[in-house]
């Protein structure tokens, strides 16, 4: 399947928001100068909402452009999640348990455990990693997992529901189920739904655009130049201002589901020509899954620096922001290149022997 660079691109943005989302709010925590002075920095949820929505329009488009043409393999589709998503992800589990119960212990650094650690293990290891996120705090790295024990238990579930489903009716399936769930989701009787963050209805509402794309259903958005930019703009004032903050949750939530989608539909294919070819902007795109996963190791590294060597007392309170962002995100950068590189290929490059014509 072809490559959307500007796709790509966007992955890299999101992470980032990630970044200087979780920042500020260590340093806050352990008492070290920060800035979230402006509403940018208050959008990481919403950035891991859009990936959702990138990741339901990218893979329910795959599953549907299998299906076209015959030759759609459930077991295929698994075997090329599992190679992708995995070895990260059971790197970072590893490695968030061993320093949480064992690490910190040594170094002298207090750090409560609020839970059994088999029973953490096992919400982990099946793939409910949200779970165990809300109902004990274990630590930010293992609570960044959260998003992919979401899009794990997404998979799980779409691949044998469209392989069953006829290729006529996935979209009208689609649209049922997101609107079902979507209900559901926000009824006050099922608050455990919202507890843990089972928003699925993103990852329908993305995989919906792609179908209505592939099916020609959105030339209507393509008239006029005047509608991408106007999703484009509409989505920029979502992130940069508050304009929408007085916004019950499920009117928020409908607005970010109709508008994210038509956002990764508008930068995808009704962007005018307006194309990313930056091949540094692409590669950090394609780096993103790393640079979500590590860059809660990263800056808990690099707060833990500066308390223990304090360059913040003799720097101005702005300089220490600069330097803390800096370090994070450039040491965040080199990590997740390096894991991209010799450790991550190695599985990367196993996929294409279970790849059909059409992804």
């Not at 992470?15 to 925590?29: E, I, R």
């Amino acid at each position: 399947m072809k490559r959307l660079p500007n796709l790509d691109s966007l992955r890299f943005f999101l992470a980032s928001l990630v970044l200087l989302y979780h920042l500020p709010q260590l340093s806050k925590n352990q008492g070290l100068p920060f800035y979230d002075g402006l509403p940018i920095f208050h959008r990481g949820v919403e950035a891991v909402y859009m990936f959702f929505c990138l990741s339901g329009f990218l893979i329910i488009r795959l599953i549907y452009r299998a299906k076209v043409k015959g030759h759609f393999s459930v077991k295929d589709f698994y075997v090329r999640r599992v190679l992708r998503i995995f070895p990260l992800y059971y790197l970072i589990l590893i490695f968030g348990f061993l320093l949480y119960t064992t690490l910190l212990p040594l170094l002298g650094i207090p750090f409560e455990i609020k839970y059994n650690i088999v029973e953490g293990i096992l919400w982990c290891v099946f793939f409910l990693p949200n779970v165990l996120a809300n109902l004990y705090e274990p630590g930010g790295i293992l609570e960044i997992l959260w998003s992919i024990g979401i899009e794990e238990q997404f998979y799980l579930m779409i691949a044998p529901l469209l392989y069953f489903v006829v290729r006529r009716r996935i979209l009208l399936v689609l649209s049922l189920l997101c609107t079902f769930y979507f209900t559901l989701f926000h009824l006050e009787s099922l608050h455990l739904l919202r507890k843990f963050q089972f928003v699925f209805f993103f990852l329908f509402s993305g995989g919906i655009a792609a179908i209505l794309e592939e099916q020609k259903k959105l030339q209507f958005l393509k008239k006029s130049a005047f509608i991408p930019l106007t999703i484009l703009v509409v989505t920029l004032v979502f992130f940069f201002t508050d304009f929408f903050s007085n916004l019950v949750l499920w009117q928020r939530n409908l607005m970010l589901s109709f508008l994210f989608p038509l956002f990764l539909h508008s930068i995808a294919f009704n962007n005018n020509n307006v194309i990313v070819k930056n091949r540094l902007l692409i590669y950090f795109g394609n780096i993103s899954y790393g640079i979500y996963m590590y860059h809660v190791i990263i800056l808990n590294f690099v707060v833990f620096l500066f308390l223990k060597f304090e360059p913040q007392k003799w720097m101005n309170d702005t300089i220490a922001i600069i330097l803390m962002n800096i370090l994070t995100l450039g040491l965040t950068l080199v990590i997740s290149h390096l894991s991209f590189r010799y450790f991550e290929s190695y599985f990367l490059k196993l996929k294409p022997k279970y790849r059909n014509d059409s992804n």
